[in-house]
């Protein structure tokens, strides 16, 4: 159920248009070697594998063996793309081995986000760049019409990740890796309407099964919660709004 929840996620537009952003930050080209730390799925491996071609090369790490089966299949045709299991701050890839590396919406998720940021640092060469998406997860706004249990909800949601207001301290643990940081831009998830092509849509399905049995909530409580979001958007009251933010660094020559 995760497995397909998250993969609807990804169909989204607002990840679509994400993942435009991240290639447009990068500026791949034709030969170059890239990393994709945490890759999920491989919906960005796919179309990073169309920007470096058959010339270049995508690997993808990730530590889920069914996220990397389907981004296996996903990205079956390309035989320039290869996936293997592994973590962030432990990279199985050589000192100095890709030209760019790329993570997103990883490093929230790591305890130890200074390790990740230096195995990062190495295996990128000089001159090299890296980008990186995170989501400040305590800044969400999401409107419901029972605000207490809207509450109780994001409270236990909290608990999905390590750090939820990551991007607020990335650029300087960016910068203590060695890095030197080339750009910084805010990439809005703006959801006003309740729509199944949306962030927040496919994201609600994911918090619902997620914090159901985590502090107090129950199943009949979140599936409440997922009912009163579908009528907020029948009335047309339905907002979110939620930032993830892209850093693009390079190792110096």
Known sequence: ??????????????????????????????????????????????EMADAVGPG???????QSEPMLEMARKRCASKSWVSFQAGVATDLPAGDATFDVAVS??????I???????SEMYRVIRPGGRAAIVSTDWDAIAWHASDSVRMSRVLSAFAEHCAYTALPRTLAPQLRQAGFVLKE??????????????TYSYQSARLISSFVTGRRGITREESLAWLEDLRQTGERGEYFFSLNQYLYLAMKPE
């Open 56 to 62: 270049g090369k995508i690997r993808g790490i990730d």
């Open 104 to 109: 997103v919406q990883v490093y929230e998720y």
């Open 1 to 46: 159920m995760v497995t397909r929840n998250l993969e609807a996620l990804y169909h989204t537009r607002d990840a679509a248009r994400r993942r435009e952003v991240v290639l447009e930050a990068l500026q791949l080209q034709p030969g170059e070697s890239v990393l994709d730390i945490g890759t999920g799925p491989g919906f960005l491996a796919v």
């Open 111 to 117: 305890p130890d986000v200074a390790k990740a940021l």
């Open 184 to 197: 910084q831009r805010v990439i809005p998830q703006f959801n006003p309407m309740y729509d199944p092509d």
